[in-house]
């Protein structure tokens, strides 16, 4: 239906348009990692569970 209706073009630009909130969501969400240990990292994952 997509690809019929849409062409491969705006098929594309819904992906992409429906990529944009997943970014945002991982953005705000995933800590920073740069310059931590694997320790500090497996630290703060496993606090934030209790």
Excluded at 15 to 22: D, E, L
Excluded at 38 to 49: D, F, G, K, M, N
Aim: overall charge negative; proline content about 6%.
């Amino acid at each position: 239906w997509m690809l019929q209706n849409l062409t491969p073009a705006g098929t594309f630009f819904l992906f992409a348009v429906m990529c944009v909130p997943y970014m945002l969501i991982v953005w705000k969400l995933v800590p920073e990692t740069t310059g931590k240990s694997l320790e500090e990292i497996e630290r703060y994952w496993t606090r934030s569970e209790q």
